[in-house]
């Protein structure tokens, strides 16, 4: 009986989240989606939209690219009428009119979300490669720039050869801080642990003007690296912020996404894009957030509330 009270309060809150907003969004957000090679975009895009909009902060528009291997030319986006871009692709190229409105769009102070599989695509697009900072797969190795990891607290920049972007199974993993005084990082633990999850790495790219706010350790246990990778930072471009997150992965379709699920990707998401459309960071970091020993994950993929909890005891 507490089972089916609690879904029904979660699928209520959920019902009523389009309501909840008293005031009208300050940010306009597009989300790009539409082709992903390993991911399920008609799952991600929903839920990025509504895990933005719950904010409060965000009005969001969606641009749908058409399917693998048709025409492209007909892609063309006003990036310029929009405060944030958010990246949920990877697929064939866009036409070159949209590629130089992207650029622009940052260059001239547009804020952008990487998600994820996002940085995956157009590894022979210099100026994409620049702002998304890192990338894998696409045939990227040692001429697309650096693998960038931590030693211990040391930062590497590393130009041995070899791939661009792999990982092992997916598995719950620790987050780590390493830089507590960024907008997006301020109040969060100084670890936590995020929910199952791809843990990329072997990422490489120009790797300029980024700033590494948190890692996770690829434990060789499950396949990695042994170096601690980044899984989220930033970048500028231009006078464009970008957030780039790694967490996430939303495969085949399923009853339960975990990775998405996980408070700490949900909440470390907002607040990446608030701050790369606007620079700051209004946001509470949310009581139910998980620390250095156990995940928190949201159903419904936000908090629950009050009598949620109480539904429980």
């Known amino acids: 009986m507490k089972k089916i009270i609690l879904s029904m309060i979660i699928l209520a809150g959920v019902v009523g989240l389009m309501s909840s907003c008293k005031e009208e969004a300050k940010y306009k957000a597009l989300i790009v989606t539409g082709q992903n090679t390993a991911h399920d975009w008609t799952v991600s895009a929903p839920v990025l939209k509504q895990i933005l909009e719950s904010t409060c902060l965000f009005s969001i528009q969606t641009a749908t690219t058409p399917e693998k291997g048709a025409d492209m030319s007909s892609f063309t986006p006003e990036f310029s009428k929009f405060d944030l871009v958010v990246l949920d692709y990877d697929g064939d ?8 409105a ?10 952008v979300v990487v998600y994820h599989a996002a940085n995956n695509p157009f590894p022979d697009w210099k100026e994409f490669n620049e702002i998304t900072a890192l990338g894998g797969w696409g045939n990227r190795n040692e001429n697309s720039g650096p693998y960038v990891y931590y030693r211990k607290d040391s930062l590497i ?16 993993y620790l987050v780590e801080t390493r830089n507590a005084e960024h ?22 790219g120009p790797a300029e003007n980024m700033d590494i ?26 006078k464009g912020r970008i957030f780039h ?3 996430g992965h939303v495969g085949k379709k399923t009853d339960k996404y975990p990775a998405i699920e996980c408070a700490g990707f949900i909440t470390t998401l907002q607040r990446g894009a608030e701050w790369a459309a606007s620079g700051e960071v209004s946001q509470e970091v949310p009581v139910e957030f998980p620390n250095s020993a156990s995940t928190v994950e ?15 005891d």
Request: a positive charge.
């Open 102 to 111: 992207f650029v622009e769009f940052v260059k001239n102070g547009g804020g």
């Open 245 to 247: 997150t790694v967490l």
């Open 93 to 100: 190229a866009w036409p070159e009119p949209t590629k130089s």
């Open 298 to 312: 949201w159903p419904g993929y936000k908090p629950l509330k009050n009598e949620a909890v109480a539904a429980l």
């Open 213 to 238: 706010l948190a890692t996770a350790y690829a434990d060789t246990t499950f396949k990695g690296t042994g170096r601690d990778e980044p899984v989220l930072f930033t970048v500028t471009y231009g």
């Open 183 to 204: 907008p997006i990082m301020k109040g969060l633990p100084a670890s936590w642990m995020h929910t199952k999850d791809e843990l990329y790495q072997q990422l490489r």
């Open 157 to 172: 920049r590393d130009n041995a050869p070899g791939r661009g972007g792999s990982h092992g199974p997916q598995h719950e």
